[in-house]
C-alpha cells in the first residue's frame, strides 16, 4: 500500500503565509513528479503546482509569484510555501505523486493525498 499524508492547511487572512506538507509511504520503488492540486465547492480541480524528480516546477498562473513547490526526495515529500494569500485561494488542496510500487508490475500510477483546507478570509 501506499499513503499520501499532508498536514499545515488552516485558517489565515488575507496576506498571510501557510505550508503544506505531504508524505509518501508505503511499498514504494520510485516516485516521479509530485504535485499541489485544489478544489473549490462547485469546481473542477485544478493544478496548482507541479515538480519533476528533476526540480523542474510549474505553476498556475493565478499563484506564480506567491508560491513556492518543493521536494525531498530522501523524504518522499513534496511541499507548497503560500504567501500573500488571497480569499479565492480558498480551496481544499490535494497532494498527487506518480508512484511506482515494488510489487510487480511495477508501473507508475497516480496516489492522491485525503486532501487539507486551506481558508483565506479578507
Known amino acids: 500500500q501506499v499513503q499520501l499524508v499532508e498536514s499545515g492547511g488552516g485558517s489565515v487572512q488575507a496576506g498571510g503565509s501557510l505550508r503544506l506538507s505531504c508524505a509518501a509511504s508505503g511499498n514504494i520503488l520510485g516516485i516521479g513528479d509530485m504535485g499541489w492540486y485544489r478544489q473549490a465547492p462547485g469546481k473542477q480541480r485544478e493544478l496548482v503546482a507541479v515538480?519533476?524528480?528533476?526540480?523542474?516546477?510549474n505553476y498556475a498562473d493565478s499563484v506564480k509569484g506567491r508560491f513556492t513547490i518543493s521536494r525531498d526526495s530522501a523524504k518522499n515529500s513534496v511541499y507548497l510555501q503560500m504567501n500573500s494569500l488571497k480569499p479565492e485561494d480558498t480551496s481544499v488542496y490535494y497532494c498527487?505523486?506518480?508512484?511506482?510500487?515494488?510489487?510487480?508490475?511495477?508501473?507508475?500510477?497516480?496516489?492522491w493525498g485525503q486532501g487539507t483546507q486551506v481558508t483565506v478570509s479578507s
Open positions: 498527487n505523486a506518480n508512484i511506482a510500487r515494488k510489487l510487480w508490475p511495477r508501473t507508475y500510477t497516480d496516489y
Open positions: 515538480v519533476t524528480t528533476a526540480g523542474q516546477t
